[in-house]
């Protein structure tokens, strides 16, 4: 069982990564799952008109800050 099966179905991050699996427009559904929250507001704010490189970078960057290795992170939620 992965990180994400263990949250169960109607977690919304769980709802987030299937629908990034099935081609679901990200930005809509992190605006959804924002709501009021301020700190997620500002990160929806970093993250808009980023191109996917930009993105990637900042993910990287914010891993190694973290002592996290990205490609085993996502490996572990079945994204490669």
């Not at 009021?36 to 507001?41: D, G, K, R, T």
């Not at 929806?44 to 914010?62: G, W, Y």
């Amino acid at each position: 069982m992965n990180p994400l099966q263990m949250l169960g179905n109607g977690h919304p991050l769980l709802q987030m990564m299937q629908g990034m699996r099935t081609g679901a427009n990200p930005m809509a559904m992190l605006g959804q799952l924002t709501g009021n929250n301020p700190i997620m507001a500002r990160g929806m704010q970093i993250v808009q008109d980023k191109t996917p490189e930009q993105l990637q970078q900042i993910a990287q960057n914010m891993a190694k800050e973290r002592g996290v290795d990205l490609n085993v992170m996502l490996r572990q939620f079945g994204l490669r």
